[in-house]
């Protein structure tokens, strides 16, 4: 077992360098010198409701987000017998993510240490093998239904939200309301139209 985590760690690192060297070879960085073009994390946001969180991260240009596939992934496809879950965590990396302002500074702050949450999020700004941002979230998959969308704001700001889904809530929302039925009807007595 021990192995098989050694494995493919090495196997995560090894994809994720090449990953990194195609990213530069195809932006022309590596073949001409030139600096790589950095994304900058420009403002983040985080709503808090009864039905759950959402985590809003916005960026001044189109990025990538990669899924960092974990040895728990790989044990867990080897395992078919394991069905329940107590902690699942999801690592995603967005290469070329450079944070410069204190404001985006102060937020990275906040969202990692938030607590009193059947989840966590971790962002972390990497600087080897490649520039960017890690971002490892936990959470239980039995209380907590996760979901990541990429979106375009308004001002025209790429952005990651991180949706957080509080699975009791929605549960006793779905088995405890009154179903609301509509009806349309066409009265008989109206005029009826003739077509030439």
């Known amino acids: 077992m021990?192995?098989?985590?050694?494995?493919?760690?090495?196997?995560?690192?090894?994809?994720f360098y090449m990953q990194a060297k195609l990213i530069n070879f195809m932006?022309?960085?590596?073949?001409?010198?030139?600096?790589?073009?950095?994304?900058d994390f420009m403002d983040g946001t985080h709503a808090r409701g009864i039905f759950g969180d959402k985590i809003s991260l916005r960026f001044n240009s189109e990025l990538i987000v990669n899924y960092l596939p974990s040895a728990q992934d790989y044990i867990e496809a080897e395992d078919e017998g394991i069905d329940i879950i107590q902690f699942?965590?999801?690592?995603?990396?967005?290469?070329?993510?450079?944070?410069?302002?204190?404001?985006?500074?102060?937020?990275?702050?906040?969202?990692?240490?938030?607590?009193?949450?059947?989840?966590?999020?971790?962002?972390?700004q990497t600087t080897g093998p490649m520039k960017g941002l890690k971002c490892t979230i936990g959470f239980n998959p039995q209380e907590v239904g996760f979901r990541v969308e990429l979106f375009v704001s308004p001002k025209q700001e790429h952005g990651v939200s991180l949706m957080f889904f509080n699975r009791n809530q929605l549960t006793t929302i779905a088995t405890q309301h009154d179903t609301i039925k509509r009806v349309a009807c066409i009265k008989g007595d109206s005029p009826k139209k003739k077509y030439v």
């Open 88 to 124: 699942k965590e999801i690592t995603f990396f967005m290469p070329l993510v450079t944070i410069k302002s204190d404001k985006v500074r102060r937020f990275v702050k906040q969202i990692n240490s938030i607590e009193g949450k059947p989840y966590y999020v971790a962002l972390e």
């Open 2 to 15: 021990k192995i098989l985590k050694i494995v493919v760690g090495m196997v995560i690192f090894a994809s």
């Open 27 to 39: 932006d022309g960085t590596h073949a001409r010198g030139m600096q790589e073009k950095l994304i």
